[in-house]
């Protein structure tokens, strides 16, 4: 299994729902990210998780909370999201170690908050 | 800070030989990628550089020079299927990709 698989494809939701994104990955990878891409630009770094821990937050706002349950999984809860946080969710994971360095991505999970 | 920079937009036809620039200015170096992304898909993983030097992988070639901050993809033999954003991103030690504005390609017949 050489894939990040991410569900659901797509998301609507209102300003006040709570949802979450989820990410699974077998590949044994210890590191694990989200990234947010919006139309036409590049994707942005939001959460890294090394050995399911927290390593890497780029003060994204507290609407956002990530979690690692294990190694294989990666959550993204949504709470009081603004319709301004519409866009592409990326996971993506890589192995850890010397000369690991190749992100694997998920095919994404689009996101529309109304 | 970091600063990477790419050409916004490159159109070529079909059977051409195409070179995307990319230069970057960033606090510490662990290697530069290539990644190629269609429209409403994953960005997938297309080369690695981290020394000086050019990598060839069958119509992709990737070259880097760290003492110029400058890297350039070179895609050779266009295919209409290689119309999609080609994405420039930096490692820094410790930190996850740094990606760039990405270039996209069109390529007519």
């Known amino acids: 299994d050489t894939e990040v698989t991410q569900t659901p494809k797509h998301l609507v939701m209102g300003m006040t729902n709570k949802k979450s994104l989820k990410c699974e990955q077998h590949?044994?990878?210890?590191?694990m990210y989200w990234y947010k891409q919006k139309a036409k630009k590049p994707p942005e770094l939001m959460f890294v998780?090394?050995?399911?821990?927290?390593?890497i937050n780029e003060s994204v706002p507290s609407r956002f909370s990530p979690e690692c349950p294990n190694s294989s999984l990666l959550n993204l809860h949504l709470h009081a999201l603004q319709p301004e946080d519409s866009a592409l969710y990326l996971c993506?994971?890589?192995?850890?170690?010397?000369?690991?360095?190749?992100?694997?991505f998920g095919a994404g999970s689009r996101l529309t908050v109304l | 800070g970091q600063n990477i920079d790419q050409p916004t937009e490159m159109t070529a036809t079909e059977g051409a030989i195409v070179q995307i620039n990319c230069t970057y200015q960033?606090?510490?170096?662990?290697?530069l990628f290539w990644y190629q992304q269609h429209a409403g898909e994953a960005p997938t993983f297309l080369s690695y550089?981290?020394?000086?030097g050019l990598e060839e992988k069958g119509r992709f070639s990737s070259f880097l020079s760290r003492s110029k901050g400058y890297s350039y993809l070179l895609l050779k033999e266009l295919q209409m299927k290689d119309s999609a954003s080609y994405l420039c991103?930096?490692?820094?030690?410790?930190?996850?990709?740094?990606f760039g504005k990405g270039t996209t390609l069109s390529v007519s017949s």
């Open positions: 960033t606090s510490g170096f662990n290697g």
């Open positions: 991103a930096v490692k820094q030690a410790g930190t996850a990709l740094i």
């Open positions: 998780y090394s050995y399911e821990k927290l390593s």
């Open positions: 993506a994971s890589r192995e850890t170690g010397a000369g690991a360095n190749v992100l694997t």
């Open positions: 590949m044994g990878h210890r590191a």
């Open positions: 550089n981290v020394l000086d």
